[in-house]
């Protein structure tokens, strides 16, 4: 089992829907990243969130880290075509960032 | 532009061979990390290092070893390739304190036959 559990694993939506992708553990985090990576290219590092409760915005982007530091959910406003991509979330597993783990990721299409 | 540069974005090997996978990073990293990335398991850790000639294991080193003679260069040994050892290897390098993100390179994409 993955210490971070992504859910979904796919997601295929239309141009200008809104969509939530979800980053779930049985154990809590010191800090939780996000992750976008395009075909053929490493994982580009999106967002930190480090207090619970916390919510980040990034342009059409939403980050919020649960109360509990458990959990996260990214959240896209109106999709782009250029939002495509396979979204990872990552996090410390001894509270320093010498060791991320990483969850399977969720793989979002935008049609346009 | 900071980067991490991974030797090969091809590689295919046959099964026994002895493979290297070289890493370079240009930021003065202290941390540098690898990692294989399999469909529906995401990235999952091999081995790290936090400082030169220092490396940890992570939760897959099995079949694989590392070299880190200086600090800017991180190697990744596979000591005999098998087929279950096909699949795209990332490395990543970070600074040593806080918080702070991973900088990938693009990965090696390695197939064993």
């Known amino acids: 089992t993955q210490l971070l559990e992504q859910s979904p694993q796919f997601l295929s939506i239309q141009e200008g829907e809104n969509l939530t992708v979800y980053c779930n553990s049985s154990s809590v985090f010191s800090s939780l990243q996000w992750y976008r990576q395009e075909p053929g290219e490493g994982p580009v590092l999106l967002v930190t969130?480090?207090?619970?409760?916390e919510v980040k915005k990034l342009k059409r982007l939403t980050f919020q880290f649960g109360d509990a530091r458990k959990d996260s959910s990214l959240h896209i406003t109106a999709a782009q075509p250029g939002d495509t991509g396979l979204y990872l979330c990552?996090?410390?597993?001894?509270?320093?960032?010498?060791?991320?783990?990483f969850g399977a990721g969720t793989r979002l299409t935008v049609k346009p | 532009d900071v980067k991490v540069t991974q030797s090969s974005r091809y590689l295919v090997k046959r099964t026994g061979e002895k493979v290297f996978l070289e890493c370079v990073q240009d930021m003065d990293h202290e941390n540098m990390f690898w990692y294989r990335q399999d469909p529906g398991l995401g990235l999952r850790l091999i081995y790290f290092?936090?400082?030169?000639?220092?490396?940890e294991k992570g939760d897959i080193p099995e079949g694989y070893s590392v070299s880190r003679e200086k600090k800017e260069r991180f190697s990744l040994i596979l000591e005999s390739a098998s087929t279950n050892q096909t699949s795209m290897y990332l490395c990543?390098?970070?600074?040593?304190?806080?918080?702070?993100?991973?900088?990938f390179g693009s990965g090696t994409r390695l197939t064993v036959v």
């Open positions: 990552a996090g410390p597993l001894r509270g320093n960032n010498n060791d991320m783990r």
């Open positions: 990543a390098s970070s600074l040593g304190q806080g918080i702070v993100g991973y900088t």
């Open positions: 290092s936090y400082d030169v000639k220092m490396k």
């Open positions: 969130v480090v207090t619970g409760g």
